[in-house]
């Protein structure tokens, strides 16, 4: 085995907790290649990957996947597929330029599960853990669709990623080191973190507090193929490919390299099966410059 089989992260925050580094194990430290297993360490990384909710109409708080934070104000990266189905509800401020801008309403009820501090059992889960998202910005591409046009409708291609911006934070969010200029290649050793049972929550926001679970699960693979341009017409985000298994409440999680660097978000998957480990699809961090602009505009 090796000297050190984990993988090492380091968040901006980590000195402020007198800590070097959080290191992604299970708790029984067995080999972590192709190991699916709970985070050993949720008080530290936990305060940088968030469960995604959203609360309907009827007051029903719905789990919907993952995200990480990437600037301690509020400001998150997930998959553009963990709110998509919800996009007819935001308002569209801009789609011109190579991102759709949306304001997301406060009746929309989509928040982050901030942690860890959250009290269970017979407590309330306080409103600072839960803030709201307020914006949300997704790179797009023409469509290349002339009839959308003649309709009135966005004509645009979303790709599988999205900042999204919290109203102002009472609670801390740590956040992750991205390794733009560190390219995934094949045979890499990666690591996928999230939240598989956050898309089965489904509860009254009453009894949120003693139905809500959300482990943070660890996912080892290695990089098997590359997508720089897309996987194809219908997968056009630049990706790469992992043998590993990512659940679907993963949606949106960081995918970490062996620096403990931020390279890809868990997009899409195909589920492990006897003797089948796995394989997951992560869009590319690096070859998303719009990405880093729809950043950029949330910060200034």
Partial sequence: MRKNPWIIV?????????????????????????????????????????????????????????AFGVDDRGILYTADHVISHLRDQAVLMSAVGPSADYEVPAEFGL????????????????????????????????????????????????????????QPLKNELHTLPAG????????????????????????PRSRLNVTLVEGLYA???????????????????PAFEVEAHWPSGMSGGPVINENGKVIGIVSR???????????????WLGRLPDLQNALRTFLS
């Avoid at 985070?39 to 530290?44: G, Q, T």
């Avoid at 409103?127 to 997704?138: A, F, H, V, Y």
């Avoid at 998957?269 to 394989?279: K, P, Q, R, V």
Wanted: hydrophobic share 35%.
């Fill in 180 to 203: 733009l200029d560190e390219p995934p290649k094949v045979g890499d050793r990666v690591v996928a973190l999230g939240f598989p049972e956050i898309s089965a929550l489904s509860s």
């Fill in 10 to 66: 380091r968040t901006h925050q980590a000195k402020s907790d007198f800590r070097t580094d959080w290191t992604i194990r299970s708790r029984d430290n067995g080999d972590p290649d192709r190991q699916f297993f709970l985070v050993d360490d949720p008080f530290n990384i936990r305060k940088a990957v968030v469960p995604l909710l959203y609360t309907n109409e009827r007051s029903i708080v719905n789990g919907l996947g993952t």
């Fill in 111 to 166: 928040q982050a599960f901030l942690g860890m501090g959250a009290v269970f059992g017979t407590h309330n889960i306080p409103d600072e853990d839960l803030p709201m998202i307020t914006e949300s910005k997704t790179p797009t591409r023409d469509g290349g669709d002339p009839m959308k046009e003649l309709r009135g409708e966005l004509d645009v291609d979303f790709a599988d990623v999205c900042v999204l911006k919290t």
């Fill in 219 to 237: 996912s080892y693979g290695r990089i098997v193929n590359l997508y720089p341009d897309g996987r194809d017409r219908t997968n056009t985000t």
């Fill in 269 to 283: 998957s195909i589920e492990a099966s006897s003797g089948f480990a796995g394989l997951g699809l992560a869009s």
